[in-house]
């Protein structure tokens, strides 16, 4: 199973990569924005963190998709992208933001850990983003991608639990889905039935870190609001290292 993974070709000739010539410390090169002030992500001290009694629970609508409703599943070259549909949006922001994909970040293979944000220096196992565009003011997430105001990310920090069985419930659907499209075609768009998204964030929305930051790969555009979630959510071991064995192949 490993060396089926492994054998699949990596996605080469991207305009950009995580490590070497065209790494991180090179980004900034071809993308102005990257490395920028507002750059993101970040590491969340403690210390340094101040209560704003303005900020409200997180509300989710129409997070519960029905398996019968087909979601796209893509590859970016970068990453697996679950692309969601716009009816699909939160409140308690600023404005209104209607959602265009779900991602997650597992690390590379030298890093045991694969978070981006950090909280007080410890990383997490992965990262799930669940991206959106402020809808009240844009038409599209392309329109909105550049503007201050255009995009607000969820995080959730992903922490593995000991043993656990393949197709657990706590995410149960990584594991199908991501080996599904490891089947197929690079680049080639696959459909796979639509599960309940809410399922993917912690009980609590109503605790979390909130700054104003990036898009934390090319371009870099200083557009995200983002929302760190303090509580983690908790996958199996057998489905952490499936998930980014696969990842890691693309
Ligand atoms: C986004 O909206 C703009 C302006 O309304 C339009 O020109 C563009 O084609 C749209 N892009 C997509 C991908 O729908
Ligand atoms: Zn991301």
Redesign the pocket.
């Known amino acids: 199973m490993i060396g089926l993974i492994f054998c699949v070709l990596c996605v080469s000739g991207a305009a950009w990569t995580y490590t070497g010539p065209k790494g991180v410390q090179h980004w900034s090169k071809s993308y102005p924005f990257c490395g920028g002030v507002f750059q993101s992500p970040i590491d969340l001290q403690t210390p340094l963190l101040q209560y704003d009694p303005s900020l409200v629970p997180i509300e989710v609508h129409n997070y519960d998709l029905l398996a019968h409703e087909q979601l796209t599943l893509g590859n970016s070259g970068h990453a697996v992208k679950l692309y969601l549909p716009s009816k699909m949006y939160i409140l308690g922001l600023p404005n209104r933001y209607s959602a265009v994909e779900l991602h997650v970040h597992w690390g590379s293979p030298n890093t045991p850990a694969g978070s981006e944000h950090t909280i007080d220096g410890k990383r997490f196992a992965a990262e799930l983003h669940v991206v959106h565009f402020n809808s009240k003011k844009?038409?599209?997430?392309?329109?909105a991608a550049d503007k201050s105001d255009g995009l607000a990310v969820l995080a959730v920090l992903i922490e593995v639990s000991g043993g656990g069985a393949c197709g657990e419930e706590a995410g149960p659907h990584c594991l199908g889905i991501l080996l599904k499209l490891l089947m197929q075609k690079y680049y080639q768009k696959v459909q796979v039935p639509a599960f309940n998204i809410r399922h993917l964030l912690p009980l609590r929305l109503d605790q979390y870190y909130r700054y104003d930051g990036s898009l934390t790969t090319p371009p870099c555009y200083p557009s995200v609001l983002w929302t760190v979630f303090r509580n983690p959510i908790t996958i199996s071991h057998t489905q952490y290292i499936l998930c980014k064995l696969t990842q890691l192949a693309l």
């Open positions: 844009y038409s599209n997430v392309s329109v």
